[in-house]
């Protein structure tokens, strides 16, 4: 009635907002209210302001003057001070008149003037004193609720004449209880008005007569209604899972703009897709057979609609939560015939080894068999008792017999594994989600090929294929209302794709582009009038940059208007991904992602598609310039690939574009032509440290580009035999036509090894593990804060101990008066010896710490048991505890970079404090642990500082040089005379030879390897000279982090470089471990 929708809630929300005595503020994200508001005082003569409106309080004053209602939609979270009158109601009586103050007048004040505002906001915040004033109602759509009103869909679609016959029964039910109202107050009335004999009163004996008959009638309708109803109902009922599933659906595509703020889909979008499947999907007599048709024909279209408008990464994110959800919602998966997914088995899958707590026991003795590792171990243990405790008795067993049978170890190592059969016919006795979650539990980082696999299994084939980017079809299903968006990503143009659509359609002429920045909004508001009027197409580029007139593009498609606009135009916006980009503008269009090929072969493809005949044959040296050439696209193919490998491809992932490869490609040929012979030094130096290099910001990958170009651009690129990369099929093609090189470019493996590109094939494991942590960090930050099913803690209980478990533990701060003598000893002149200075630096940064986090748990405690407020930094702690997140009231400033989870992270603070408290204590020690400080740098300083002092030399003409040896064991380290010895670090990309003391190649599978005790001798720099340019030694970069990247700090270097450290090697040529990526760490992430 009036666009209110059918459901409980909302009908509930609509008497609160008609009849409650403060005025209504309407949390409304899927705009619900605000379109029933619309509907409902649209014949009033409704006024709609916002506070950005000029003027608004002008239309607010009219409205309250003259009685009519006023809808103030889109507020944020504060309220503009002069709106306090009227939220307030402060009206008083001047002169027989009552008033209201309104700013600074006193405006006559109407008694049929209504308020009502409404927020887009999903969850806002609002201050007791806002809350006070109104009545906060929540028109935010539930899972239920939106069922309840598609259900209604899905019967006006199905069989019309019951819907129909519905709505005239809700209204005539209405109407009979009005009326048998009405004539029972009348009856009373006349009763109170009659005198002493009743009898005498003939209009009281004649309304008591007619009143009787008509209440019988109204009862006969009423109880004939009532039956009508209970038919509806059953045939509503049967048609509900179609509901179920679209209402599972939204939500999903809801909260994808959580993951990225262009994924914008409105509720009324949404169910214009809905209503138009239901029309268009295949008819059928049968209801379950016609449910099922809409079932699959709704979910496959939805996932190819939304899918053209997601990033490539989160596509199969997309498919898995579609699919994860439908199991979650154990009527509807029962429904479906599918195995539903239980609340303990996702909390497994979302918090790991955490989802035991509070509902298992922690003390499990059964230990690991040979050849699977502990972690793994405990992870399989948690998954089996978690089960066997909400009595799924399928998985019952599971590790005796891992534990019994050497097949379970080979499957532990097996590549295939999310492929591959279950040893012993486990298979036949689990889930599709259950085995997911024990190869997650053996392998983290084959987590999306096993989620790529049970999606497969769960829906099909269909949801792990990206559909193709189809321009032509995103056009025909727009409209000249619906603007059509391009989300960007790096490299990416889809101005070739557009050209192209014009094209076929004889629209070349007519396709008008825009690049929005300073000045252009102007222009651009003209080219979209002329546009609408004459039907061109208008293309306004980079949104993004055009943050300021944003506002004025939301302004212009609120108000364009469907009469005055040509049937053909079309808005084409690109942006890359912006929350400055309006949210009304993103929900009403047809969002389209265009992104540049991955992969080395389809960016070779690419790039030799580009590429002329004219081109590819324009050199006189043409042999020379073909194998630069192809040596140049493999180059900049390679470079481009490695940033899929994290800090280990690249410290910070640079957005080279093609354009960098066309200069260089005109360089290489201009070079070849103006020179005798081919200029190797110069084009290596013009390539990787000009072009490319110009783009790069980090040292480290300055050395990183020239030793990668030298491997391709060296005189034995013009051997025919010369490899590009160790594996067999990469070469640069024997000199031929353009036309050979494309056919040997398309016969390259699709799968590339790291080694490809410079790096080990373990950096697979890497990338693997580290897109397995984001696609699961993703997934968790659109959970809601539900409180816990399944018999586990509620979630105020879990931080509450995990507080009282850290407060226990949490060390007293140190205290000079504790020192031992050595620890701030006297130097001769009287002052405190330099690591004595560095070690009462770090134990005040550490009591800092220490302070912050005492006072904080203790503040949270009590926050939790509601004797302090819960602010909204205590809000976010308590989120972080319960996703073993460390919060960010302990991380930086007040604390050291560190990527732990929070249990790690607080085992290790202690063990930090804990080596401080002995350094204090029993004076300094033999061997000191470098990544235990929060400025590793001072203490290199002060280590040279003191043999500065000894030896008399200048601290600036001494270096370090690092002496690797043979020692695991740190007490065993004796004190060194020049220099300190140093323990703790590991290194990466590499393998360490205990016997050599030098590094070597990795291990398969072994990641990171932690190094001996180093002793870092202090020489002096004109030593260091001649020993750093012998060969034999690499020169390798020390880090806090395994993130590598930093800001850049003022010594030129990034803040989290700490130092080079001088690693022997056998390997001659540096650059073998500079493409490697080998560098040392100072702590892991787990």
């Given at each position: 009635?009036?666009?209110?929708?059918?459901?409980?809630?909302?009908?509930?929300?609509?008497?609160l907002?008609?009849?409650?005595?403060?005025?209504?503020?309407?949390?409304?994200?899927?705009?619900?209210g605000?379109?029933?508001i619309?509907?409902?005082?649209?014949?009033k003569?409704?006024?709609?302001?916002?506070?950005?409106?000029?003027?608004?309080?002008?239309?607010?004053?009219?409205?309250?003057?003259?009685?009519?209602p006023?809808?103030?939609?889109?507020?944020?979270?504060?309220?503009?001070?002069?709106?306090?009158?009227?939220?307030?109601k402060?009206?008083?009586?001047?002169?027989?008149?009552?008033?209201?103050?309104?700013?600074?007048?006193?405006v006559?004040?109407?008694?049929?003037?209504?308020?009502?505002?409404?927020?887009?906001?999903?969850?806002?915040?609002?201050?007791p004193?806002?809350?006070?004033?109104v009545?906060?109602?929540?028109?935010?759509?539930?899972?239920s609720?939106?069922?309840?009103?598609?259900?209604?869909?899905?019967?006006?679609?199905?069989?019309?004449?019951?819907?129909?016959?519905?709505?005239?029964?809700?209204?005539?039910?209405?109407?009979?209880?009005?009326?048998?109202?009405?004539l029972?107050?009348?009856?009373l009335?006349?009763?109170?008005?009659?005198?002493?004999?009743?009898?005498?009163?003939?209009?009281?004996?004649?309304?008591?007569?007619?009143?009787?008959?008509?209440?019988?009638?109204?009862?006969?309708?009423?109880?004939?209604?009532?039956?009508?109803m209970?038919?509806?109902?059953?045939?509503?009922?049967k048609?509900?899972?179609?509901?179920?599933?679209?209402?599972?659906?939204?939500?999903?595509?809801?909260?994808?703009?959580?993951i990225?703020?262009?994924?914008?889909?409105?509720?009324?979008?949404?169910?214009?897709?809905?209503?138009m499947r239901l029309?268009?999907?295949?008819?059928?007599?049968?209801?379950?057979?016609?449910?099922?048709?809409?079932?699959?024909?709704?979910t496959?279209?939805?996932?190819?609609?939304?899918?053209?408008?997601?990033?490539?990464?989160?596509?199969?994110?997309f498919s898995f939560?579609?699919c994860?959800?439908?199991?979650?919602?154990?009527?509807?998966?029962?429904y479906?015939?599918?195995?539903?997914?239980?609340?303990?088995?996702?909390?497994?899958?979302?918090?790991?080894?955490?989802?035991?707590?509070?509902?298992?026991?922690?003390?499990?003795?059964?230990?690991?068999?040979?050849?699977?590792?502990?972690?793994?171990w405990?992870?399989?243990?948690?998954?089996?008792?978690?089960?066997?405790?909400?009595?799924?008795m399928?998985?019952?067993?599971?590790?005796?017999e891992?534990?019994?049978?050497?097949?379970?170890v080979e499957f532990?190592?097996?590549?295939?594994m999310p492929s591959?059969p279950?040893?012993?016919?486990?298979?036949?006795?689990?889930?599709?989600?259950?085995?997911?979650?024990?190869?997650k539990s053996?392998?983290e980082?084959?987590?999306q090929?096993?989620?790529?696999?049970f999606?497969?299994?769960?829906?099909?084939?269909t949801?792990?294929?990206?559909?193709?980017?189809?321009?032509?079809?995103?056009?025909?299903?727009?409209?000249?209302?619906?603007?059509?968006?391009f989300?960007?990503?790096?490299g990416?143009?889809?101005?070739?794709?557009?050209?192209?659509?014009?094209?076929?359609?004889?629209?070349?002429?007519?396709?008008?582009?825009?690049?929005?920045?300073?000045?252009?909004?102007?222009?651009?508001?003209?080219?979209?009038?002329?546009g609408?009027q004459?039907?061109?197409?208008?293309?306004?580029?980079?949104?993004?940059l055009?943050?300021?007139?944003?506002?004025?593009?939301?302004?212009?498609?609120?108000?364009?208007?469907?009469?005055?606009?040509?049937?053909?135009?079309?808005?084409?916006?690109?942006?890359?991904p912006?929350?400055a980009?309006?949210?009304?503008?993103?929900?009403?269009?047809?969002?389209?992602?265009?992104?540049?090929?991955?992969?080395?072969?389809?960016?070779?493809?690419?790039?030799f598609q580009?590429?002329?005949?004219?081109?590819?044959?324009?050199?006189?040296?043409?042999?020379e310039?073909?194998?630069?050439?192809?040596?140049?696209?493999?180059?900049?193919?390679a470079?481009?690939?490695?940033?899929?490998f994290?800090?280990?491809?690249?410290?910070?992932?640079y957005?080279?574009?093609?354009s960098?490869?066309?200069?260089?490609?005109e360089?290489?040929?201009?070079?070849?032509?103006?020179?005798p012979?081919?200029?190797?030094?110069t084009?290596?130096?013009?390539?990787?440290?000009v072009?490319?290099?110009?783009?790069?910001?980090?040292?480290?990958?300055?050395?990183?580009?020239?030793?990668?170009?030298k491997?391709?651009?060296?005189?034995?690129?013009?051997?025919?035999?010369?490899?590009?990369?160790p594996?067999?099929?990469?070469y640069?093609p024997?000199e031929?036509?353009?036309?050979?090189?494309r056919?040997?470019?398309?016969?390259?493996?699709?799968?590339?090894?790291?080694?490809v590109?410079?790096?080990?094939?373990?950096?697979?494991?890497?990338?693997?593990?580290?897109?397995?942590?984001?696609?699961?960090?993703t997934?968790?930050?659109?959970?809601?804060r539900?409180?816990?099913?399944?018999?586990?803690?509620?979630?105020?209980?879990?931080?509450?101990?995990?507080?009282?478990?850290?407060?226990?533990?949490v060390?007293?701060?140190m205290?000079?008066?504790?020192?031992h003598?050595?620890?701030?000893?006297?130097?001769a002149?009287?002052?405190?010896?330099?690591l004595?200075?560095?070690?009462?630096?770090?134990?005040?940064?550490f009591?800092?710490?220490?302070?912050?986090?005492?006072?904080?748990?203790?503040?949270?405690?009590?926050a939790?048991?509601g004797?302090v407020?819960m602010?909204?930094q205590?809000?976010?702690?308590?989120?972080?505890?319960?996703?073993q997140?460390?919060?960010?009231?302990?991380?930086?400033?007040?604390?050291?970079?560190?990527l732990?989870?929070l249990?790690?992270?607080?085992?290790?603070?202690?063990?930090?404090?804990?080596?401080?408290?002995r350094?204090?204590?029993?004076?300094?020690p033999?061997?000191?642990?470098?990544?235990?400080?929060?400025?590793?740098?001072?203490f290199m300083?002060?280590?040279?500082?003191?043999?500065?002092?000894?030896?008399?030399?200048?601290i600036?003409?001494l270096?370090?040089?690092?002496?690797?040896?043979?020692?695991?064991?740190?007490?065993?380290?004796?004190p060194?005379?020049?220099?300190?010895?140093?323990?703790?670090?590991?290194?990466?990309?590499?393998g360490w030879?205990?016997?050599?003391?030098?590094?070597?190649?990795?291990?398969?599978?072994?990641?990171?390897?932690q190094?001996?005790?180093?002793?870092m001798?202090?020489?002096?720099?004109?030593?260091?000279?001649?020993?750093?340019?012998?060969p034999?030694?690499?020169?390798?970069?020390l880090y806090?982090?395994?993130?590598?990247?930093?800001?850049l700090s003022?010594?030129?270097?990034?803040?989290?470089?700490?130092?080079?450290?001088?690693?022997?090697?056998?390997?001659?040529?540096?650059g073998?471990?500079?493409?490697?990526?080998?560098?040392?760490?100072?702590?892991?992430?787990?």
């Open positions: 009635i009036k666009s209110l929708p059918s459901d409980d809630l909302s009908v509930e929300n609509g008497i907002v008609t009849r409650g005595r403060r005025w209504p503020l309407m949390v409304d994200p899927q705009g619900q605000n379109r029933w619309k509907h409902m005082k649209k014949d003569g409704l006024g709609v302001i916002k506070l950005s409106t000029p003027n608004f309080l002008r239309t607010l004053e009219t409205g309250i003057r003259e009685g009519s006023i809808l103030l939609e889109n507020v944020e979270e504060v309220l503009d001070p002069s709106l306090e009158p009227v939220l307030m402060q009206i008083f009586k001047k002169g027989g008149q009552w008033l209201l103050r309104l700013g600074t007048e006193d006559p004040y109407n008694d049929d003037f209504r308020f009502f505002i409404t927020t887009k906001m999903a969850n806002p915040h609002y201050l004193e806002i809350c006070i004033k009545t906060v109602i929540n028109f935010t759509v539930t899972l609720g939106l069922e309840d009103q598609l259900v209604v869909d899905v019967v006006a679609n199905e069989r019309p004449d019951l819907a129909e016959l519905r709505a005239s029964l809700v209204v005539q039910i209405a109407a009979d209880k009005a009326e048998m109202d009405r029972e107050q009348l009856i009335k006349l009763l109170s008005e009659a005198g002493a004999d009743l009898l005498a009163d003939d209009t009281l004996i004649v309304t008591l007569d007619q009143s009787k008959q008509t209440s019988t009638s109204c009862l006969e309708r009423m109880a004939s209604a009532d039956k009508s209970e038919e509806i109902d059953d045939v509503t009922e048609f509900r899972p179609v509901a179920t599933r679209a209402s599972i659906l939204y939500f999903v595509v809801a909260d994808l703009s959580n990225d703020p262009m994924y914008q889909y409105s509720l009324q979008y949404f169910a214009g897709l809905f209503n029309q268009q999907s295949e008819k059928s007599e049968d209801i379950s057979q016609r449910i099922a048709i809409i079932l699959e024909d709704l496959s279209f939805m996932y190819i609609n939304i899918c053209r408008g997601l990033f490539e990464d989160h596509k199969m994110l939560l579609i994860a959800q439908i199991l979650r919602h154990k009527v509807h998966a029962r479906v015939n599918k195995n539903p997914i239980s609340t303990l088995e996702w909390s497994f899958f979302l918090r790991g080894l955490e989802a035991g707590k509070g509902i298992i026991s922690e003390n499990d003795d059964m230990a690991p068999p040979e050849g699977i590792q502990l972690l793994v405990k992870k399989l243990r948690t998954f089996e008792m978690l089960l066997l405790h909400e009595e799924t399928a998985i019952e067993g599971i590790t005796d891992m534990a019994a049978s050497p097949k379970w532990a190592d097996n590549d295939s591959e279950l040893p012993m016919d486990w298979d036949q006795n689990i889930t599709a989600f259950q085995r997911l979650l024990l190869v053996f392998r980082d084959f987590l090929l096993a989620v790529r696999h999606v497969g299994a769960e829906l099909g084939e949801y792990i294929v990206s559909p193709p980017f189809d321009l032509a079809g995103c056009f025909k299903d727009s409209q000249k209302m619906t603007p059509l968006i989300i960007l990503s790096a990416a143009d889809p101005t070739d794709a557009l050209l192209k659509l014009a094209r076929d359609h004889e629209y070349e002429e007519k396709l008008h582009f825009i690049s929005l920045g300073q000045g252009q909004g102007e222009k651009a508001e003209k080219l979209i009038h002329l609408r004459s039907g061109d197409w208008v293309c306004l580029q980079n949104c993004h055009a943050a300021s007139w944003m506002p004025a593009l939301e302004r212009i498609q609120e108000q364009q208007d469907p009469n005055g606009t040509d049937d053909m135009y079309r808005l084409w916006l690109t942006s890359m912006s929350p980009f309006p949210v009304p503008v993103l929900q009403s269009g047809i969002k389209i992602t265009n992104e540049p090929p991955k992969g080395l072969r389809a960016n070779l493809n690419r790039t580009d590429i002329t005949p004219e081109v590819y044959e324009g050199c006189s040296k043409s042999r310039f073909k194998k630069l050439l192809f040596s140049l696209a493999f180059f900049h193919a470079i481009l690939e490695r940033r899929k994290g800090p280990i491809g690249w410290n910070v992932p957005e080279w574009m093609d960098d490869f066309q200069v260089s490609r360089q290489v040929h201009m070079y070849l032509e103006s020179q012979g081919v200029p190797w030094v084009l290596n130096y013009i390539i990787a440290e072009n490319y290099g110009g783009r790069v910001t980090d040292d480290k990958d300055v050395r990183l580009i020239s030793a990668f170009l491997r391709y651009f060296n005189e034995g690129i013009l051997d025919d035999s010369y490899k590009l990369s594996l067999e099929h990469y640069a024997k031929g036509t353009l036309e050979e090189v056919d040997y470019v398309r016969s390259l493996p699709m799968d590339e090894d790291p080694q590109y410079g790096l080990h094939s373990n950096a697979q494991i890497t990338a693997q593990t580290q897109a397995a942590k984001k696609f699961l960090d997934i968790i930050s659109v959970q809601p539900l409180s816990s099913g399944g018999g586990g803690q509620k979630p105020e209980d879990l931080v509450t101990d995990m507080a009282q478990a850290f407060s226990g533990r060390p007293e701060q205290k000079k008066k504790d020192a003598a050595e620890t701030y000893k006297k130097t002149d009287g002052g405190i010896v330099s004595g200075v560095f070690h009462s630096q770090e134990m005040d940064r009591n800092v710490l220490i302070s912050r986090v005492k006072s904080t748990l203790a503040t949270l405690g009590d939790i048991k004797l407020v602010s909204a205590l809000e976010e702690m308590y989120n972080c505890f319960l996703i997140k460390v919060p960010p009231v302990w991380g930086e400033p007040v604390s050291y970079p560190c732990k989870p249990n790690s992270w607080f085992e290790d603070f202690l063990e930090r404090v804990a080596f401080m408290t350094w204090l204590k029993s004076g300094p033999t061997s000191y642990w470098v990544p235990c400080f929060y400025f590793p740098q001072g300083t002060c280590s040279k500082q003191v043999h500065a002092r000894k030896t008399k030399i200048p600036d003409a270096s370090f040089w690092t002496e690797p040896t043979d020692l695991q064991d740190v007490a065993a380290a004796g060194q005379d020049a220099g300190q010895n140093v323990h703790g670090l590991f290194v990466q990309g590499c030879s205990v016997s050599e003391k030098r590094i070597s190649e990795s291990e398969k599978g072994v990641l990171f390897v190094l001996p005790v180093i002793w001798k202090v020489i002096p720099s004109s030593e260091f000279e001649e020993l750093q340019n012998a034999g030694r690499y020169r390798c970069p806090k982090t395994s993130l590598r990247k930093g800001t003022t010594t030129g270097h990034s803040t989290n470089f700490v130092t080079h450290f001088q690693l022997p090697t056998s390997e001659s040529d540096q073998h471990w500079v493409r490697r990526g080998v560098a040392l760490l100072c702590m892991l992430d787990d």
